[in-house]
């Protein structure tokens, strides 16, 4: 999650896997965080969707 300078407030940057639209790989910035999962943080929900997360880029598989 990083502060995006042209949007403003926090958003998630990263890179799309699994999506029936978007070709896997492909990065991209959602719109405003409005929650974040608090326990497992496996999901966020922004203005206009949720999102599953995976591991942080350059975070190693265990």
Do not use: K, N
């Amino acid at each position: 999650m990083c502060r995006h300078p042209d949007v403003g407030g926090c958003v998630l940057a990263g890179r799309v896997f699994d999506h029936p639209e978007i070709v896997d790989g492909t990065r991209i910035h959602t719109s405003h965080v409005a929650m974040l999962d608090d326990e497992g943080g496996s999901w966020a929900r922004t203005i206009s969707r949720y999102y599953r997360l995976g591991r942080q880029e350059g975070e190693t598989a265990h």
